[in-house]
């Protein structure tokens, strides 16, 4: 899947709303959509869209974003917290990992995790939160900050899974989405 960025000027009678000091994030033509800080940086990735708090670097919060395309009827069979598990790399050992919190709204159900760890290269304190979200599309999103960082960067998490939307159909960008 290839990814390219378009920053779209929006028409006068637009319908897409977000809060102040946010935008949003709408990633193939719909199949996800969220809102984020508006100051963040937003690099296309293949098969991802990573968005940081500060020009890339070991200091910056990265929270990335990718799809699946996997057929509906397979997408509702899968368990969100075996397949979230299964998507857990060696790359980090933490010392600690939180229950599996659940979000459901609609047809959206979202599953997500934290694991705390000590950075190995930089020894230093660090965070990890994963989501598997699922409804007309699967789609998962990750997030890697230091801890001292937390309190600033936590409440941008909870802001993207609040808006988290999946299955959106935008024919014109600069419109928004169809209202039915």
């Not at 990573?50 to 509702?76: A, K, M, T, Y």
């Not at 969100?80 to 709204?105: C, V």
């Not at 930089?122 to 900050?145: E, H, K, Q, T």
């Amino acid at each position: 899947m290839s990814v390219e960025k378009l920053k779209l000027k929006l028409k006068r009678n637009h319908t897409w709303k977000s809060r102040p000091g946010h935008s949003i994030c709408v990633i193939d033509r719909g199949a996800v959509r969220f809102d984020y800080p508006s100051h963040w940086i937003v690099e296309p990735a293949e098969g991802a869209v990573h968005l940081h708090d500060r020009p890339p670097s070991v200091e910056s919060c990265d929270l990335g974003v990718s799809i699946f395309p996997v057929p509906h009827q397979f997408v509702q069979s899968l368990s969100l917290e075996d397949t979230l598990r299964d998507t857990l790399g060696k790359e980090r050992e933490p010392y600690q990992q939180s229950e599996f919190f659940h979000i459901a709204r609609g047809d959206l159900e979202i599953a997500w995790l934290e694991q705390r760890y000590v950075e190995a290269q930089y020894r230093r304190d660090a965070r990890f939160r994963v989501a598997l979200a699922r409804g007309p599309a699967l789609c998962l999103i990750s997030m890697n900050y230091w801890s001292d960082r937390a309190a600033e960067l936590e409440p941008v998490w909870d802001e993207v899974l609040r808006t988290l939307v999946l299955g959106m159909s935008v024919e014109d960008p600069a419109a928004g989405p169809v209202v039915q």
